[in-house]
């Protein structure tokens, strides 16, 4: 489990790296009409090459991650990536962190160390059944359907952003469950077998509606709606699964008490580091750009 940790960690990093870089990129460039010419610029963009290697390598990790430890207890280490974010972002865009940024993610750290440590998910199967699958895929799509024509229905907002974000965190809890068989399956049967399972596609596929769901969270409000749910969505729904698809048994009894305080450690120091302007600075862009139009309509009126 330690290998497991371990990667899970750099993936993370890697992935909060990324972003950031990706942001920087972004703000770099010149705005356009045509998303063409856009992508053309940005694959011009040295630094902006940097964050999608940084993205690629987060998901090398992830699988790795994935393929020698549990997906209960791995996947909710990606927590990680929010205050990575705000370390990473807070160098590269010289943004000063408060001492409440700083106090959330020690609450984070905190509280992800003690529910994993108390609930110690163990054991279960390399492989899921096929026909475990089917309900599995079923009951996520639906919860995950369900959420996007809510948050499609609500107007721009904090319902709208937290719905959607929701969306995205089941697809990506279920990526990260077919990404875990799929990477079994290039272990033990090679890469052939891995080119011809369905996981391989499957993964590739609720990955990609993931993203796009994220994209539309992210425009559909602001972060402390869309930042917590995904975070926080992605970790529940991948223990759960963890859990009842793959057979993994966390601790009982006594320890229930200090994992139920890790994780409300953890949800505090999500949510709270969510609403500071800080992280905002290092990884919203929209964030900055409404700053500067208030800033312009304000000296306009001046």
């Not at 899970?8 to 992935?15: E, I, K, Q, R, T």
């Not at 011009?44 to 940084?54: E, F, K, S, T």
């Not at 077919?178 to 990477?183: E, Q, R």
């Not at 975070?231 to 698809?245: I, M, P, Q």
């Amino acid at each position: 489990m330690i290998v497991a940790f371990t990667c899970a960690v750099l993936a993370a990093a890697s992935n909060a790296w990324g972003t950031v870089l990706q942001r920087r990129a972004a703000t770099a460039t010149p705005e356009s009409r045509s998303p063409l010419t856009l992508v053309g610029n940005l694959l011009r963009n040295p630094v902006w090459l940097g964050g999608i290697l940084g993205v690629i390598g987060s998901a090398l990790f992830q699988a790795l991650a994935l393929n020698f430890g549990t997906l209960a207890a791995v996947q909710p280490v990606f927590i990680l990536e929010l205050p990575l974010a705000l370390v990473f972002g807070s160098l590269v865009f010289r943004v000063r962190v408060s001492r409440k940024a700083w106090g959330c993610v020690a609450a984070i750290f905190a509280g992800l160390a003690i529910s994993l440590f108390s609930a110690a998910p163990s054991g279960g199967r390399a492989q899921v059944p096929g026909v475990w699958w089917v309900p599995t895929i079923a009951v996520t799509g639906a919860a995950a359907a369900a959420l996007v024509l809510v948050g499609l229905h609500r107007p721009h907002g904090l319902a709208r952003a937290a719905c959607l974000a929701a969306a995205a965190a089941v697809g990506n809890a279920l990526t990260a469950a077919l990404v875990k068989s799929a990477t079994h399956i290039l272990s033990r049967q090679g890469a052939a077998a891995f080119f011809l399972a369905w996981q391989t596609y499957g993964f590739a596929l609720v990955g990609s509606f993931s993203i796009i769901l994220l994209g539309y969270a992210m425009q559909g409000g602001p972060l402390i709606a869309s930042q917590p749910a995904l975070t926080l969505g992605d970790a529940v729904v991948s223990f759960c699964l963890g859990v009842t698809l793959y057979a993994e048994t966390p601790r009982h009894g006594l320890w229930l008490m200090p994992a139920l305080f890790g994780v409300a450690l953890l949800s505090y120091g999500v949510v709270a580091l969510s609403r500071t302007s800080c992280l905002a600075k290092c990884v919203d862009r929209d964030t900055e750009e409404d700053t500067h139009r208030s800033e312009r309509r304000t000296a306009t009126a001046m």
